[in-house]
């Protein structure tokens, strides 16, 4: 069973950090891209930041260009996304997705969510 579970979101204050993790389970991790993706409130879907299966190719929307950071662990299955300098904009649900192409056809496995709100 494919899962992917999302934590470390909760309440920061702007100008504030939090590391949010994703623990991927049922598949071949280290065959699958990792992004991250966000959606605020009353708002649509904005990805954030993705980096291939080798972790070499790391690519950022740029509002979060030099504030967020993200990694993965292949060996813990495991991606992660690092947020400094915290803004009330970043309030959101981060999402991650896995994404390999089979066939000719993308494969995407998502992750419920991990709700982060930026607040003074």
């Known amino acids: 069973q494919v899962q992917l579970v999302e934590s470390g979101g909760g309440l920061a204050q702007p100008g504030g950090s939090l590391r949010l993790s994703c623990a991927a389970s049922?598949?071949?991790?280290?065959?699958?891209?990792m992004s991250w993706a966000r959606q605020a409130p009353g708002k649509g879907l904005e990805w954030v930041a993705g980096?291939?299966?080798?972790?070499?190719?790391?690519y950022y929307t740029d509002s979060v260009k030099g504030r967020f950071t993200i990694s993965r662990d292949n060996a813990l299955n495991t991606v992660y996304l690092q947020m400094n300098s915290l803004t009330l904009k970043d309030t959101a649900r981060y999402s991650c997705?896995?994404?390999?192409?089979?066939?000719?056809?993308?494969?995407?496995?998502w992750g419920q969510g991990t709700l982060v709100t930026v607040s003074p």
């Open positions: 997705k896995a994404t390999r192409i089979s066939g000719g056809m993308p494969v995407s496995y």
């Open positions: 049922g598949f071949t991790f280290s065959h699958y891209a």
């Open positions: 980096l291939y299966s080798d972790g070499n190719d790391i």
